[in-house]
């Protein structure tokens, strides 16, 4: 499976956009893009996926760029409640490997 | 029921106790997962049960051993645990191995070893 690199922490005013990046340089043709996130104390969950079309849902869109070597998932309007560790995963659709979670990208929502 | 519920939430116990933690979902998913994080770590696989069939085992001691009893219930049994094994378990469930990439996960039992 492909690495990713995200930024270990970022900030976002409540109310605007929260746009967090992760890089997959060495991405192959059929990997695809996962967002999981994981509020304190709780489980992670499952947030979004794409391969190389942008895709939305009721939760955040997500941006893969051209070349696929990089996205971004968006949060349009940040809550406090959207603080918590953003983990982006780049793997294989199905098969028999586990699921890796990198260290991700703790963000935190300020009033 | 998009939920996957998880029992006891807090649990401490001795390392010469045997205890279980239990997980259920009533989704129709045919493949559950075991996972341990430790604080300020990502969750790290331990086991995967595809239709109640173990089917990967990440080199967890002997002292974790899980049972698939059907399709909806995943346990895991504790025996003679260490200090060090003080964590957070999560159960986590997906459709089948195809989807395993869309999991869902229930809140975590928060183990403590005394």
């Known amino acids: 499976d492909a690495k990713t690199t995200q930024p270990p922490s970022m900030d976002c005013a409540e109310g605007r956009a929260a746009n967090l990046p992760c890089n997959h340089s060495t991405i192959s043709g059929n990997e695809y893009v996962y967002w999981y996130r994981q509020i304190h104390s709780q489980g992670p969950q499952y947030i979004i996926h794409g391969l190389k079309n942008n895709e939305t849902n009721e939760m955040a869109s997500l941006i893969i760029t051209e070349d696929r070597k990089s996205s971004t998932l968006i949060l349009p309007h940040a809550t406090l409640r959207d603080t918590a560790v953003y983990y982006c995963?780049?793997?294989?659709?199905?098969?028999?490997?586990?699921?890796?979670f990198g260290t991700g990208t703790r963000l935190l929502v300020s009033p | 029921d998009t939920e996957v519920t998880q029992t006891p939430k807090h649990l401490v116990m001795g390392m010469t106790n045997k205890k279980s933690l239990k997980c259920e979902q009533h989704m129709g998913h045919r493949a559950m997962y075991w996972y341990k994080q430790k604080a300020k770590k990502p969750p790290e696989l331990m086991f995967v049960y595809s239709y109640e069939k173990l089917s990967i085992n990440e080199s967890v001691p002997s002292r974790f051993s899980p049972e698939c009893p059907n399709s909806s219930l995943l346990n895991l049994h504790l025996h003679a645990l260490q200090p060090e094994d003080s964590a957070l378990y999560l159960c986590a469930s997906s459709l089948n191995r195809d989807r395993e990439n869309e999991q869902y996960f229930g809140p975590g039992t928060r183990l403590t070893v005394t």
């Open positions: 995963i780049v793997r294989v659709e199905g098969g028999f490997q586990k699921l890796v």
